[in-house]
């Protein structure tokens, strides 16, 4: 069975440098507040979320020239599993979290940071070394 399609989008290095750079900046910014507690936990999250989001992009374009386009970040971490799977599984635990981060009322816990914040160190890590 070949894999399901996916809305994707063509996308040149320099597009791709410019989606790795968003992540280093988003996640610099979820840095700022990682030993806050309370609601800066949400934002924290919701911040190192988009960074994974952005990282993906960049991952994407430099190993396939297409990056996710549709509304589904599910299928976005499908398509980054698709150029390696622990990337993939990374961004799946993010887009985990996005819904409570960024709509949600409870607020979430310092350990849901502590995942975010690897989630999205790998991603832009490794968004670093294909799109420099």
Same mark, same amino acid.
């Given at each position: ?6 809305? $994707? &989008?063509k $996308? !040149?290095?320099? +597009? ?7 992540? +280093? &900046? ?8 990682? =030993?806050?507690?309370? $609601?800066?936990? !949400? ?12 990282? =993906?992009?960049?991952?994407c374009a430099?190993?396939?020239g297409?990056?996710?386009?549709? +509304? ?17 599984k ?10 409570? =981060? ?7 816990t310092? !350990?849901?940071?502590? &995942?975010?914040?690897?989630?999205? $160190?790998?991603?832009?890590? +490794?968004?670093?070394?294909?799109q420099?």
């Open positions: 069975m070949s894999p399901r399609k996916l809305e $994707t &989008k $996308t !040149n290095a320099g +597009e791709g440098r410019g989606r790795r750079q968003v992540a +280093e &900046k988003y996640l610099e910014v979820a840095e700022l507040i990682d =030993s806050e507690d309370g $609601t800066a936990i !949400n934002v924290c999250v919701g911040v190192a979320v988009l960074s994974g989001i952005a990282a =993906s992009d960049a991952i430099a190993a396939l297409d990056r996710y386009s549709g +509304e589904d970040h599910d299928a976005a971490a499908d398509l980054l599993g698709r150029v390696d799977p622990k990337l993939g990374a961004l799946h635990d993010l887009v985990a979290l996005k819904g409570e =981060s960024h709509y949600g009322a409870a607020l979430l310092a !350990n849901d940071r502590k &995942k975010a914040l690897r989630c999205a $160190t790998t991603l832009v890590d +490794e968004a670093r070394l294909r420099p």
